[in-house]
T-cell receptor
Framework: SQTIHQWPATLVQPVGSPLSLECTVE??????LYWYRQAAGRGLQLLFY??????ISSEVPQNLSASRPQDRQFILSSKKLLLSDSGFYLC????????????FGPGTRLLVL | AQSVTQLGSHVSVSEGALVLLRCNYS??????LFWYVQYPNQGLQLLLK??????LVKGINGFEAEFKKSETSFHLTKPSAHMSDAAEYFC???????????FGTGTRLLVSP
């Protein structure tokens, strides 16, 4: 069966510091991968998605970037965090092909102070 | 473009009462529709999905939803609420390009004894 992992689970970082959040998927090959942000009291905002290694699509201009160095690894990064980067970050995967369902990881809670 | 509207950011019911969470969609392509549930500080879990088969879809935990094309609706129901149903619920529709999902802003379900 497929599983998705995110780490760390919780992170507190000062403004201006770098960020690296990692997401890995097991049990599937060539998945579509997604990064979402969920701000307090708001819905899910799609940040990036990837259909393959090195292929990244950005949905909104922002202070963040994403990379996919391996087939089942998706990384969310920032060089300098802003207060507005605080939120709950969710990674999701979807089997490539006709299946539509996205499956979500447990999330990372980021607090920028 | 695809969009989802969830009426009511908060819904309160008593334990044992009917649960009704509303979702209306707009889609320029045949819609695939989803309901996800999110418990505090966790990722999203798929409850059920509609992918153009039967219009009444049964999901996990006793939930079901009915696709009504004439009303562009996909409301989520459960005959009898349980305390463990308290969570946030998200409706989503397949986005353009089919790789993406467009989420509603969510409805928080509160269940009182």
């Amino acid at each position: 069966s497929q599983t998705i992992h995110q780490w760390p689970a919780t992170l507190v970082q000062p403004v201006g510091s770098p960020l690296s959040l990692e997401c890995t998927v097991e049990g599937t090959s060539n998945p579509n991968l997604y990064w979402y942000r969920q701000a307090a009291g708001r819905g899910l905002q799609l940040l990036f998605y990837s259909v393959g290694i090195g292929q990244i699509s950005s949905e909104v201009p922002q202070n963040l970037s994403a990379s996919r160095p391996q087939d089942r690894q998706f990384i969310l990064s920032s060089k300098k965090l802003l207060l507005s980067d605080s939120g709950f970050y969710l990674c999701a995967w979807r089997a490539s092909g006709s299946q539509e369902t996205q499956y979500f990881g447990p999330g990372t809670r980021l607090l920028v102070l | 473009a695809q969009s989802v509207t969830q009426l009511g950011s908060h819904v309160s019911v008593s334990e044992g009462a009917l649960v009704l969470l509303r979702c209306n969609y707009s889609s320029s392509v045949p819609p695939y529709l989803f309901w996800y549930v999110q418990y505090p500080n966790q990722g999203l879990q798929l409850l059920l999905k509609y992918t153009s088969a039967a219009t009444l879809v049964k999901g996990i935990n006793g939930f079901e939803a009915e696709f009504k094309k004439s009303e562009t609706s996909f409301h989520l129901t459960k005959p009898s609420a349980h305390m463990s149903d308290a969570a946030e619920y998200f409706c989503a529709v397949r986005g353009t390009g089919f790789q993406k999902l467009v989420f509603g802003t969510g409805t928080r379900l509160l269940v009182s004894p």
